[in-house]
C-alpha cells in the first residue's frame, strides 16, 4: 500500500466509524467515537508526534485576544514545513492534514448533526442551500494550567471535531465535557466563555487513545475543559472545524 493510500484508509475507516456510530443527542446533539482510526495507523501517528519547540502558543498567533490561555499552543498546515523536526514527521503531518481535509471528510457532517444544524440556520435565517463552508485542521496542546470554561463556540463554527492523542488511559480526565447552565432556560448563540459556577457538568469525554469527539454548535452545546491542574498534564488533540459564514459576514 503506497503512503496516500494508507492515508486515505485512515481517512475512510474513521468516516465508517462515524457514520455507523450512536448519536447522543443530550444535552446537545454529540457523538464520542473509539477506535476512530486504525490501530497500526494510530501507533504511527503517536511516532510521530511532534516536540514542543514545534508549537507556537495560539495567543501568540493573533487568532485570539491576549486575555486567551498561554497554555495552549498549535501548528497549522502551512507550519509544517518549517518545522524543526524530522523529514519523516513533516511529510506524516503533511499528508495527513491534505487527506482529511480533501472535501470527502467534511461532507458527512451535513447527515451527522442534520437535526442539530437545521436548528442554528433557523435561528440564523438560512437554509442548507445557503451554506458556504471550509474546514481548517491543526495540532493543538494544552498544558498544566489550562482550563475553558463551558461556552458555545462561534457562530461561524458549524461543527467541531476532536481527535484525542493521549497514548494511554492515564490521563483520561483531560477530556472534553458537556454541561447545561444552573438556569436551565438559558442559551448563547456564540462568544463568551462562561463561569463554571453557573454550569453543572453532564458528563466528561474521556481522554482515552484513538477516540474522537464531535457536536455542532449551536445555542446549547455548552462545553469545556475542566482546569488542567496536575503538574505534567498535556493534552495532544487533532482539531478538524467545520465552518460557513453567516448573514452579514
Avoid at 87 to 101: D, S, Y
Avoid at 171 to 177: A, E, F, M, P, R
Amino acid at each position: 500500500m503506497s503512503s496516500a493510500d494508507k492515508f486515505s484508509a485512515a481517512k475512510l475507516h474513521a468516516m465508517y466509524q462515524i457514520l455507523n456510530a450512536p448519536l447522543r443527542t443530550w444535552p446537545f446533539p454529540h457523538v464520542c467515537v473509539h477506535n476512530i482510526l486504525p490501530a497500526d495507523f494510530y501507533a504511527e501517528l503517536l511516532r510521530n508526534r511532534l516536540d514542543d519547540d514545534c508549537f507556537t502558543r495560539l495567543v501568540d498567533t493573533g487568532r485570539v485576544g491576549m486575555g486567551y490561555s498561554g497554555a495552549r499552543a498549535c501548528v497549522f498546515p502551512k507550519e509544517v514545513d518549517g518545522l524543526p523536526t524530522s523529514e519523516e514527521k513533516r511529510a506524516f503531518w503533511k499528508q495527513l492534514f491534505e487527506t482529511f481535509r480533501d472535501g470527502e471528510f467534511s461532507s458527512i457532517w451535513l447527515s451527522v448533526f442534520r437535526q442539530g444544524m437545521a436548528e442554528k440556520l433557523a435561528d440564523n435565517n438560512m437554509t442548507v442551500a445557503d451554506l458556504k463552508l471550509h474546514n481548517e485542521m491543526f495540532l493543538m496542546r494544552d498544558t498544566t494550567t489550562y482550563s475553558l470554561g463551558p461556552h458555545t463556540d462561534t457562530p461561524r463554527k458549524m461543527v467541531s471535531v476532536l481527535f484525542y492523542m493521549p497514548p494511554d488511559e492515564s490521563k483520561s480526565h483531560l477530556g472534553t465535557s458537556a454541561y447545561v447552565p444552573k438556569d436551565r432556560k438559558f442559551t448563547c448563540m456564540g462568544g463568551p466563555h462562561h463561569p463554571f459556577e453557573k454550569f453543572d457538568l453532564v458528563a466528561t469525554m474521556p481522554y482515552v487513545p484513538n477516540t474522537l469527539v464531535a457536536f455542532p454548535q449551536t445555542k446549547r452545546s455548552f462545553h469545556g475543559v475542566e482546569p488542567v491542574a496536575r503538574e505534567g498534564d498535556v493534552r495532544d488533540l487533532i482539531l478538524f472545524d467545520l465552518k460557513t459564514k453567516l448573514p452579514g459576514d
